[in-house]
C-alpha cells in the first residue's frame, strides 16, 4: 500500500543496509522506499504496519516505575492501516476508531479521569518514546456509566498509540484487577485480554482458546454501533513480540510453566460494511469542501 503519511525516517536510510534492502525492493508499488528496510525483518507478509524494531523502536511500552525499571506491556494488537480510512481515523461521531471500539463496549474513561501512569511507546515513526493517545476501558455495555464500573473492578482495557509512518495503531491489550489492587495485570491478563478483545471485535459467541492459538489461527466477525457495521479479520502473528517473560512487567501473572506472553500479535483488518442513512456523500465532504460549497451558495443567492 501507498502511505500516505510523509515520512520522518528518510535520515536513516544512510545505512548500507538500508540502501541496499531498497535497492532490492520487489514491488515498488507495495513497500514505497522508506519502508523497504522493513523488509529485512518481514518473515511473514507483514501487511498494513511497519515493525518498529526494524527502525529503532520496540513492540513494548514502557511502565513507568517499574522493578527492574524498564520493564514493557507488549503492544499484542495492531489495528491494521490496510483498514478501511474511516476506522482510522480518531473520532466518534463520524464512524471512526472511538466508534469502532464502542460496538465492541470498549469507552473512554470514567468522566475524563485516569488512574494510572500513561505509558510511552517507541514505534519506530521517527516520533522517538511518544505517550499513549488514550486508555480505553471495557464498559459492560453501557456507555454512561461502564466504564466508571471497570475504573473500580479492573477488567479489560487498551491503550493506543498511532504509527505516523503508516497510520496503523499499535494497542497494548491486558485484564487488569481492581483499584483497590493498583490495577495489576490480572493472571494471564496480557493473553487473555488480547483474546477477550479478539472476540469482542470479532462478535464470538465462545471466548477464544488462548492456549490453542498459533500463528496460523485466524477469527473474523461482526459489530455494529450507531449504525455503522465493521467487519474485522484477526490474524495472530508471531515473531515481533517474543514468546518469553523477559522484560515485561508483571512476569508474575504467567501460567505456571509458561511465559507471560506468548508472543502472538493480533492483527486486525477493519472493513466498514455498513453506514447509517445518512451519511451520504454530502455529510461525508471534508470541511474546507463543504465551506467552499456553502460560500458557493450564499454566492448564488446573492446573485438571484
Ligand atoms: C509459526 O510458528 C512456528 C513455530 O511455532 C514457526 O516455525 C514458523 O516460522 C512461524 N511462522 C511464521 C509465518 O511466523
Ligand atoms: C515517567 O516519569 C518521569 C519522571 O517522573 C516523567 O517525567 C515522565 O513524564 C513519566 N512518563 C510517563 C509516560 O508518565
Ligand atoms: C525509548 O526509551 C527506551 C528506554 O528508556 C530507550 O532505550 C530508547 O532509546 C528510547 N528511544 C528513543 C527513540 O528515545
Ligand atoms: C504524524 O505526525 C504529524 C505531525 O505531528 C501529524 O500531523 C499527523 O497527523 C501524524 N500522522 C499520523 C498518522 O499519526
Ligand atoms: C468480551 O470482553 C469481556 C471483558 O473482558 C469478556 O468478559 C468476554 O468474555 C469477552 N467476550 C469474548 C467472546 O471473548
Ligand atoms: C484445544 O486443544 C486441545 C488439544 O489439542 C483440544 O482438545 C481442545 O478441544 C481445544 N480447545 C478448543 C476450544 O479449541
Ligand atoms: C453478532 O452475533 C450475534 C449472535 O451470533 C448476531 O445475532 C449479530 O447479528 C452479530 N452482530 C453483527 C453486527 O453481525
Ligand atoms: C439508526 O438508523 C435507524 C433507521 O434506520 C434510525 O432510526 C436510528 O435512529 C439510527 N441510530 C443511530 C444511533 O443513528
Ligand atoms: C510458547 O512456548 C511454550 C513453551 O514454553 C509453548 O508450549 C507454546 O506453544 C508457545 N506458544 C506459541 C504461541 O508459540
Redesign the pocket.
Known amino acids: 500500500m501507498i502511505s500516505p503519511f510523509p515520512s520522518l525516517s528518510l535520515a536513516l536510510a544512510t545505512s548500507s543496509l538500508l540502501l541496499a534492502s531498497t535497492l532490492q525492493s520487489v514491488n515498488a508499488y507495495e513497500y514505497p522506499i522508506d519502508r523497504a528496510s522493513n523488509r529485512v525483518y518481514r518473515r511473514d507478509n507483514y501487511a498494513g504496519f511497519d515493525d518498529p524494531r526494524a527502525t529503532g523502536g520496540r513492540m513494548l511500552a514502557l511502565a513507568n516505575n517499574t522493578w527492574p525499571e524498564g520493564l514493557g506491556e507488549p503492544l499484542n494488537a495492531i489495528l491494521s492501516a490496510e483498514s478501511d480510512a474511516r476506522v482510522l481515523d480518531v473520532n466518534v461521531d463520524q464512524g471512526g476508531f472511538l466508534n469502532y471500539m464502542l460496538s465492541t463496549s470498549l469507552g473512554e474513561e470514567c468522566f475524563g479521569q485516569h488512574y494510572g501512569d500513561p505509558q510511552n511507546a517507541d514505534l519506530g515513526d521517527g516520533k522517538g518514546n511518544h505517550t499513549e493517545m488514550e486508555v480505553l476501558r471495557w464498559n459492560y455495555g453501557d456507555i454512561y456509566v461502564g466504564t466508571c464500573r471497570e475504573t473500580f473492578n479492573g477488567g479489560l482495557h487498551l491503550r493506543y498509540w498511532r504509527q505516523n509512518t503508516t497510520g496503523a495503531f499499535f494497542m497494548g491489550v491486558s485484564e487488569e484487577l481492581d483499584l483497590s489492587s493498583n490495577h495489576l495485570i490480572a493472571f494471564n491478563g496480557y493473553d487473555f485480554g488480547r483474546d477477550h478483545f479478539v472476540g469482542n471485535v470479532t ?1 464470538q ?1 465462545t471466548v477464544i482458546p488462548t492456549l490453542n492459538l498459533t500463528n496460523t489461527s485466524t477469527y473474523v ?4 454501533w450507531a449504525n455503522y ?1 465493521y467487519e474485522t479479520s484477526v490474524k495472530y502473528i508471531s515473531g515481533l513480540l517474543q514468546n518469553s517473560s523477559e522484560g515485561i512487567n508483571h512476569p508474575e501473572i504467567a501460567i505456571p510453566g509458561r511465559a507471560a506472553i506468548d508472543g502472538l500479535v493480533a492483527v486486525l483488518t477493519v472493513k466498514v460494511t455498513g453506514v447509517p442513512p445518512n451519511s451520504g456523500a454530502l455529510a461525508n465532504l471534508a470541511a474546507p469542501a463543504s465551506t467552499f460549497l456553502a460560500v458557493l451558495l450564499v454566492a448564488s443567492a446573492l446573485l438571484v
Open positions: 462478535n459467541t466477525g461482526s459489530t455494529t457495521t
